[in-house]
C-alpha cells in the first residue's frame, strides 16, 4: 500500500509497498480516501515532539470507508474517565501508533464515527484533530456565550479557523489576529468582524479599539503576543491556550489577572464526548472546514514545507492515488 512514512528526523519517505497494517483485537481496517495534515506531523519530522518513536506513519487525520459506510476517525484515543484531564496512557493517532497518511488504518472501533452527509471526503478528513481541539477550546473551556467579543489569534491554521467558524455560528462577534494581510481579509470573508496584523506596532491597540475588549480568547501561540492581547481582555474574561510556539509569555501581569478576573485555561484535544458533540455541532450548523490545498500523497514533501512555512490558510489534504 501507498504510505508516508517518517523514518527518522528530517527523513520523509513516500513508498508504494508498505504493509497492510497489523489488525488487533477490537480495531478495524479503513481504506482512505483523504487525509490532512497537522502542525503536529510537521514537529515529529522535526524532532520537536515529545516521546517520539520512530519510523512511524504519519497522519492524525483520516476519512475513508469501513464495511461501505463513510467514517472519520477520532484520533484521540484512550483520554480516560476524568473530563478534565486526558489519562497517562493517551496516545494521538499517527505515532507512535500508525497514522492516516497511508492508504489503510487500523483504528479502534470506537474511535469511527459516521462521516457528516455533508461533508466531501477531503472536508471530513479536514475535520477530525483541529475541530476537536477547536471545539474543547471554545465550549468546554471558554464557555462562549452569544454576543461574546472573541479573539482569534493566528488566524489560517486549522484549530484557529474553526474556533472561528464555531464562534461565528453560536453569534459571537469575532476578531482575528495574523501576519498576512491576505489572510485577515480571508477570514473577514468567512465572518470576522475585524482583525490586525500583528507584524505592525500598534496591532493589539487596533485589535482594542475595533473590538472595545475581548471576553473570550482562543490562543495558539502564547509568547509577547499573548502579554498584549491580555491587556485587550474585559473584566472575567476567559483566555484558553491550546499551543505555545512563541514560547513564555513575559512580564505577566498578576494584578492585571486578578483585578479584572480574568482566567487562563490550558487545554489540549478533547474527550470522546466532546468529538460526538463537535460532529453533531458541524453537522447543525453545515459548517465546512476550509481547504488551503491539496496534493497527492508521493508529493507529501511538498505539502510538509508548505505547513511548515506556515503558507496555508484552512487545511493541506492528502490523496491517495
Keep these: 500500500m501507498q504510505a508516508i512514512i517518517i523514518a527518522e528526523k528530517e527523513k520523509l519517505e513516500y513508498r508504494d509497498d508498505a504493509a497492510l497494517p497489523e489488525v488487533r483485537e477490537g480495531e478495524c481496517l479503513v481504506r482512505i480516501k483523504a487525509a490532512a495534515l497537522n502542525h503536529r506531523d510537521v514537529w515529529i519530522l522535526q524532532g520537536l515532539y515529545a516521546k517520539i518513536v520512530l519510523p512511524a506513519i504519519a497522519g492524525s487525520d483520516g476519512a475513508g470507508e469501513h464495511e461501505g459506510r463513510g467514517v472519520l476517525i477520532n484520533p484521540s484515543m484512550g483520554w480516560g474517565d476524568n473530563p478534565t484531564i486526558q489519562a497517562p496512557g493517551y496516545q494521538i493517532l499517527g505515532m507512535p501508533k500508525n497514522g492516516t497518511l497511508a492508504e489503510w488504518v487500523a483504528a479502534p472501533r470506537q474511535q469511527l464515527y459516521e462521516r457528516p452527509p455533508h461533508l466531501s471526503w477531503e472536508e471530513a478528513a479536514a475535520l477530525p484533530l483541529a475541530g476537536l481541539t477547536a471545539f474543547r477550546a471554545v465550549f468546554s473551556k471558554g464557555q462562549i ?68 475588549g475581548f471576553d473570550l480568547v482562543i490562543d495558539g501561540a502564547a509568547g509577547e503576543g499573548l502579554a498584549r492581547v491580555l491587556k485587550c481582555c474585559n473584566a472575567g474574561a476567559r483566555v484558553v491556550v491550546y499551543g505555545g510556539g512563541q514560547g513564555a509569555v513575559p512580564e505577566l501581569s498578576p494584578q492585571l489577572l486578578f483585578w479584572k478576573q480574568i482566567s487562563i485555561l490550558g487545554t489540549s484535544m478533547g474527550t470522546d464526548r466532546e468529538f460526538a458533540d463537535m460532529l453533531n455541532f458541524v453537522k447543525r450548523h453545515q459548517i465546512k472546514p476550509v481547504i488551503d490545498s491539496r496534493y497527492a500523497f508521493r508529493d507529501a514533501a511538498a505539502a510538509f514545507q508548505r505547513m511548515r512555512e506556515g503558507r496555508q490558510f484552512g487545511k493541506i489534504i492528502l490523496l491517495p492515488e
Excluded at 467558524?165 to 468582524?193: C, I, T, W
Design 145 to 212: 456565550r452569544p454576543g461574546d467579543k472573541v479573539l482569534v489569534t493566528g488566524i489560517g491554521g486549522g484549530v484557529a479557523l474553526f474556533a472561528m467558524q464555531f464562534a461565528v455560528a453560536v453569534g459571537a462577534e469575532v476578531f482575528v489576529s495574523s501576519g498576512s494581510d491576505e489572510k485577515l481579509d480571508k477570514a473577514r470573508a468567512l465572518g470576522a468582524a475585524g482583525g490586525a496584523n500583528y507584524r505592525y506596532e500598534d496591532w493589539s491597540k487596533s485589535l482594542y479599539e475595533q473590538s472595545g
